[in-house]
């Protein structure tokens, strides 16, 4: 069975909505984009390993959702200062969670 967490804990997550601004595919790694997000009022990078399930076309534009208090990391040499959140089943199919209508950016998921 998987570890509870509290409702206090939960609130602790800074979830937001993001727009792709800009992909570049990372050198060196078969799986690896840099991603430039929009959050209204600033911006951040993140590194992910979506280079396998989407195309830069298909990311560019797209509106997605961040942990945006994730601690940074270094990931091949660039700094990520976030995560994307996606569904994986298990089989080789991931797809990003998005909203299902436009929204504005850097508005807060509750």
Same mark, same amino acid.
């Given at each position: ?5 509290? =409702?206090?804990? =939960? ?9 792709? &601004?800009?992909? $570049? ?17 600033? $911006? ?6 979506? $280079?396998?399930?989407?195309? &830069? ?6 509106? &997605? ?22 569904? @994986? @089943?298990?089989?080789?199919? &991931? ?12 508005? $807060?998921?509750?």
């Amino acid at each position: 069975m998987q570890q509870k967490i509290s =409702f206090q804990d =939960f609130k602790q997550l800074e979830l937001r909505v993001a727009r792709v &601004v800009e992909v $570049r595919p990372l050198e060196g790694s078969e799986k690896l984009y840099l991603i430039t997000l929009d959050l209204g009022q600033e $911006r951040c990078q993140v590194v992910a390993g979506l $280079r396998p399930y989407y195309s &830069v076309d298909e990311l560019v534009g797209k509106e &997605v959702i961040l942990v945006a208090n994730l601690e940074e990391k270094e990931i091949f040499g660039h700094l990520s200062q976030g995560m994307l959140l996606a569904a @994986d @089943d298990g089989q080789g199919k &991931v797809s990003l969670l998005v909203p299902d209508k436009p929204i504005k950016e850097g508005a $807060r998921i509750r």
